[in-house]
Protein backbone atom coordinates (compact mmCIF):
# COMPACT_ATOMS: atom_id res chain seq x y z
CA UNK A 1 0.00 0.00 0.00
CA UNK A 2 1.07 3.53 -0.73
CA UNK A 3 0.70 6.72 1.93
CA UNK A 4 0.48 10.00 0.41
CA UNK A 5 -1.28 13.53 0.83
CA UNK A 6 -4.02 14.77 -1.09
CA UNK A 7 -5.37 18.15 -0.71
CA UNK A 8 -3.99 17.96 2.98
CA UNK A 9 -5.60 14.68 3.47
CA UNK A 10 -3.85 11.19 4.00
CA UNK A 11 -4.60 8.51 1.93
CA UNK A 12 -3.40 4.90 1.43
CA UNK A 13 -4.16 3.39 -1.92
CA UNK A 14 -3.10 0.22 -3.85
CA UNK A 15 -0.12 0.99 -6.41
CA UNK A 16 -0.83 2.00 -9.49
CA UNK A 17 -3.66 3.84 -8.45
CA UNK A 18 -3.85 7.31 -10.32
CA UNK A 19 -4.15 10.61 -8.35
CA UNK A 20 -7.96 11.35 -10.19
CA UNK A 21 -9.01 7.47 -9.52
CA UNK A 22 -8.21 8.76 -5.57
CA UNK A 23 -9.28 12.27 -5.81
CA UNK A 24 -12.80 11.01 -7.52
CA UNK A 25 -13.07 8.30 -4.67
CA UNK A 26 -13.11 11.26 -1.99
CA UNK A 27 -15.15 13.21 -3.77
CA UNK A 28 -12.62 15.68 -4.70
CA UNK A 29 -13.16 17.92 -8.55
CA UNK A 30 -10.41 17.66 -10.69
CA UNK A 31 -11.80 18.83 -13.88
CA UNK A 32 -11.16 16.47 -17.13
CA UNK A 33 -11.23 17.07 -20.70
CA UNK A 34 -10.01 13.53 -22.14
CA UNK A 35 -10.36 11.03 -19.65
CA UNK A 36 -13.28 8.65 -19.26
CA UNK A 37 -12.98 5.97 -16.29
CA UNK A 38 -14.32 3.21 -19.22
CA UNK A 39 -10.31 4.13 -21.05
CA UNK A 40 -6.74 4.41 -20.67
CA UNK A 41 -5.75 7.68 -20.00
CA UNK A 42 -4.29 9.39 -22.83
CA UNK A 43 -2.73 12.41 -21.22
CA UNK A 44 -3.88 15.22 -23.87
CA UNK A 45 -6.22 17.90 -22.36
CA UNK A 46 -3.98 18.43 -19.44
CA UNK A 47 -6.67 19.92 -17.71
CA UNK A 48 -6.56 17.76 -15.22
CA UNK A 49 -3.18 18.94 -13.90
CA UNK A 50 -2.11 19.28 -10.29
CA UNK A 51 0.75 20.41 -8.27
CA UNK A 52 3.24 17.65 -6.83
CA UNK A 53 5.45 17.99 -3.98
CA UNK A 54 7.83 14.84 -4.54
CA UNK A 55 10.92 14.75 -2.43
CA UNK A 56 10.70 18.56 -1.35
CA UNK A 57 10.48 19.08 -4.89
CA UNK A 58 7.24 20.86 -6.90
CA UNK A 59 5.98 19.99 -10.12
CA UNK A 60 2.92 19.66 -12.35
CA UNK A 61 1.92 16.35 -13.67
CA UNK A 62 -1.45 15.54 -15.16
CA UNK A 63 -3.33 13.47 -12.27
CA UNK A 64 -5.02 10.96 -15.36
CA UNK A 65 -1.99 9.52 -15.32
CA UNK A 66 0.24 10.10 -12.63
CA UNK A 67 -0.27 7.31 -9.87
CA UNK A 68 0.30 7.99 -6.20
CA UNK A 69 3.74 7.10 -4.57
CA UNK A 70 5.20 6.92 -1.03
CA UNK A 71 5.34 10.03 0.32
CA UNK A 72 4.18 12.37 -2.15
CA UNK A 73 1.97 15.18 -1.40
CA UNK A 74 -0.52 16.48 -3.89
CA UNK A 75 -2.56 19.60 -4.64
CA UNK A 76 -5.50 19.73 -7.15
CA UNK A 77 -6.57 23.39 -6.74
CA UNK A 78 -3.25 25.55 -5.74
CA UNK A 79 -2.83 28.92 -7.03
CA UNK A 80 -0.16 27.19 -9.78
CA UNK A 81 -2.55 24.80 -10.70
CA UNK A 82 -5.22 27.70 -11.28
CA UNK A 83 -3.03 29.83 -13.53
CA UNK A 84 -2.25 26.71 -15.46
CA UNK A 85 -5.68 25.67 -15.78
CA UNK A 86 -6.58 29.31 -16.65
CA UNK A 87 -3.92 29.46 -19.54
CA UNK A 88 -5.33 26.14 -20.95
CA UNK A 89 -8.63 27.63 -20.72
CA UNK A 90 -7.69 30.29 -22.35
CA UNK A 91 -6.40 28.34 -25.20
CA UNK A 92 -9.13 25.64 -25.35
CA UNK A 93 -11.42 29.18 -25.74
CA UNK A 94 -9.57 30.35 -28.37
CA UNK A 95 -9.70 26.73 -30.63
CA UNK A 96 -13.65 26.04 -29.50
CA UNK A 97 -15.49 29.19 -28.41
CA UNK A 98 -18.87 27.74 -29.50
CA UNK A 99 -18.62 24.30 -27.41
CA UNK A 100 -20.59 24.94 -24.35
CA UNK A 101 -17.98 22.60 -22.64
CA UNK A 102 -15.37 24.58 -22.54
CA UNK A 103 -17.59 27.92 -22.08
CA UNK A 104 -18.75 26.72 -18.36
CA UNK A 105 -15.29 25.43 -17.36
CA UNK A 106 -13.78 28.72 -18.46
CA UNK A 107 -16.61 30.65 -16.53
CA UNK A 108 -15.83 28.40 -13.55
CA UNK A 109 -12.45 29.68 -13.57
CA UNK A 110 -13.25 33.23 -14.06
CA UNK A 111 -11.59 33.14 -17.42
CA UNK A 112 -13.88 35.43 -19.54
CA UNK A 113 -12.10 36.42 -22.93
CA UNK A 114 -8.83 34.15 -24.58
CA UNK A 115 -5.89 36.65 -25.38
CA UNK A 116 -5.29 33.64 -28.04
CA UNK A 117 -6.54 34.31 -31.75
CA UNK A 118 -6.80 30.97 -33.59
CA UNK A 119 -7.71 31.69 -37.71
CA UNK A 120 -9.83 28.59 -37.54
CA UNK A 121 -11.93 27.14 -35.18
CA UNK A 122 -13.33 24.20 -34.25
CA UNK A 123 -15.28 22.17 -31.38
CA UNK A 124 -13.22 19.32 -31.87
CA UNK A 125 -10.26 19.73 -28.66
CA UNK A 126 -8.34 16.83 -30.27
CA UNK A 127 -8.46 14.87 -27.00
CA UNK A 128 -8.78 11.48 -29.09
CA UNK A 129 -11.59 10.42 -26.78
CA UNK A 130 -13.58 9.20 -29.89
CA UNK A 131 -10.40 7.57 -31.66
CA UNK A 132 -10.35 5.59 -27.95
CA UNK A 133 -13.94 4.93 -27.65
CA UNK A 134 -14.05 3.36 -31.54
CA UNK A 135 -10.96 1.42 -30.71
CA UNK A 136 -11.48 0.10 -26.97
CA UNK A 137 -15.63 -0.29 -27.01
CA UNK A 138 -16.07 -0.75 -30.39
CA UNK A 139 -12.83 -2.65 -31.35
CA UNK A 140 -12.76 -1.01 -34.73
CA UNK A 141 -10.42 2.06 -36.20
CA UNK A 142 -13.66 3.90 -38.24
CA UNK A 143 -11.25 7.25 -36.81
CA UNK A 144 -8.35 8.12 -36.16
CA UNK A 145 -5.48 11.05 -35.94
CA UNK A 146 -4.65 12.54 -39.27
CA UNK A 147 -1.89 15.03 -40.41
CA UNK A 148 0.41 16.97 -38.22
CA UNK A 149 0.74 20.77 -36.87
CA UNK A 150 -2.53 23.02 -37.41
CA UNK A 151 -3.95 20.86 -39.77
CA UNK A 152 -4.41 17.64 -36.93
CA UNK A 153 -7.73 16.49 -37.23
CA UNK A 154 -10.13 13.11 -36.75
CA UNK A 155 -10.85 11.56 -39.41
CA UNK A 156 -12.41 8.55 -41.26
CA UNK A 157 -9.68 6.33 -43.29
CA UNK A 158 -8.80 8.62 -46.28
CA UNK A 159 -11.55 11.03 -45.53
CA UNK A 160 -14.58 8.39 -46.87
CA UNK A 161 -17.47 7.03 -45.14
CA UNK A 162 -15.62 4.48 -43.19
CA UNK A 163 -16.98 0.63 -44.15
CA UNK A 164 -15.61 -0.24 -40.50
CA UNK A 165 -18.66 2.19 -38.82
CA UNK A 166 -20.82 -0.27 -36.86
CA UNK A 167 -22.73 2.87 -36.57
CA UNK A 168 -22.45 2.46 -32.15
CA UNK A 169 -22.39 6.18 -31.48
CA UNK A 170 -19.73 5.76 -28.85
CA UNK A 171 -17.55 8.47 -30.36
CA UNK A 172 -20.48 10.95 -29.99
CA UNK A 173 -21.63 9.80 -26.42
CA UNK A 174 -17.97 10.22 -25.17
CA UNK A 175 -16.99 13.38 -26.80
CA UNK A 176 -16.46 16.12 -23.86
CA UNK A 177 -17.36 18.80 -26.80
CA UNK A 178 -19.94 17.64 -28.26
CA UNK A 179 -18.02 17.88 -31.87
CA UNK A 180 -19.38 14.42 -33.20
CA UNK A 181 -22.82 14.86 -34.95
CA UNK A 182 -24.86 11.75 -35.77
CA UNK A 183 -26.69 11.67 -39.03
CA UNK A 184 -29.10 9.26 -39.40
CA UNK A 185 -28.75 7.73 -42.63
CA UNK A 186 -31.78 8.14 -45.15
S1 LIG B 1 -7.83 14.41 -18.20
FE1 LIG B 1 -5.74 14.25 -17.73
S2 LIG B 1 -4.81 15.13 -19.42
FE2 LIG B 1 -6.88 15.18 -19.95
Redesign the pocket.
Known amino acids: MIKFTLDGKEFEVTKGTTI?EVARGAGIKIP????HEEMS?????????VEVIKRGWPSIQ????YPAQEGIEVMTDSERVRKNRKILLELYLARSPDSEAIRELAREYGVRDTRFKLKETSNCIL?GLCVRACEEISGRRAISFAHRGSKRAIQTPFGELAELCVGCKACAYVCPTRAIEIEEAD
Open positions: LTLCYPYGSCRLCLPACLC
